[in-house]
């Protein structure tokens, strides 16, 4: 199994600040034939269920609102929040559906 | 709009099994797979298998394998989900989420309890 760990565990930032939350993956999660990389990353609030953010590592779900970019390749990845708003308050997930589909343990963004 | 909606909450005694099924609207059934993940208190999101609702493929996790069966009914857009030999452990909340590549709409959840 890909077994993907996420840095930090949880982090506070302040209104307005840029939140970084990294993602790194045990195999490369790159499929070569197509040059995508099968990463995504998913917004948690309390009692509802994951939130598509962004897929192939950088494309923004439609919806999604410009502050929330994703970068990277192969093994490592990075979910940026460009400046924080209090309804991103969450837990951020990275997940990949190379094979199968296994998550991070999740980074818990708080309000400093 | 796409729409995925499960059934209920469930209590089950350790030794039984569950059957979740999440119901679809507002897209083609069989353009896309579906996947079961669960979510247990304070653990991360487990994927458990998917099934290619077109053509009824199936793929487990191996941790679930043999205890997992995921089927579909293409005439009421629905599939399901049943687990069997349910231990405390199995305590959760689980989803269903369609599929292309990522994972883009998901149930609501359902609870599943296991206790005796």
């Known amino acids: 199994d890909i077994v993907m760990t996420q840095s930090p565990d949880s982090l506070a930032v302040s209104l307005g600040e840029r939140a970084t939350i990294n993602c790194k993956s045990s195999?490369?999660?790159?499929?070569?034939?197509?040059?995508?990389?099968?990463l995504a990353w998913y917004q948690q609030k309390p009692g509802q269920p994951p939130k598509l953010l962004i897929y192939?590592?950088?494309t923004r779900e439609s919806g999604v609102p410009d502050r929330f970019s994703g970068s990277g390749s192969g093994t490592d990845f990075t979910l940026t929040i460009s400046s924080l708003q209090a309804e991103d308050v969450a837990v951020y997930y990275c997940?990949?559906?190379?094979?199968?589909?296994?998550f991070g343990q999740g980074t818990k963004v708080e309000i400093k | 709009q796409v729409q995925l909606v499960q059934s209920g909450a469930e209590v089950k005694k350790p030794g039984a099994s569950v059957k979740v099924s999440c119901k679809t609207s507002?897209?083609?059934?069989?353009?896309?797979?579906m996947h079961w993940v669960r979510q247990a208190p304070g653990q991360r999101l487990e994927w458990m298998g998917w099934?290619?609702?077109?053509?009824?493929?199936?793929k487990y996790s191996q941790k679930f394998q043999g205890r997992v069966t995921i089927t579909r009914d293409t005439s009421a857009s629905t599939v399901y989900m049943e687990l069997s030999s349910l231990r405390s452990e199995d305590t959760a909340v689980y989803y269903c989420?369609?599929?292309?590549?990522?994972?883009?709409?998901w149930g609501q959840g359902t609870q599943v309890t296991v206790s005796s």
């Open positions: 989420a369609r599929a292309v590549g990522a994972p883009d709409s």
């Open positions: 507002g897209y083609i059934f069989t353009s896309y797979v």
């Open positions: 099934i290619n609702a077109g053509n009824g493929n199936t």
């Open positions: 195999q490369s999660v790159l499929y070569i034939s197509n040059n995508q990389n099968y």
């Open positions: 192939w590592a950088s």
């Open positions: 997940q990949q559906f190379y094979d199968g589909l296994t």
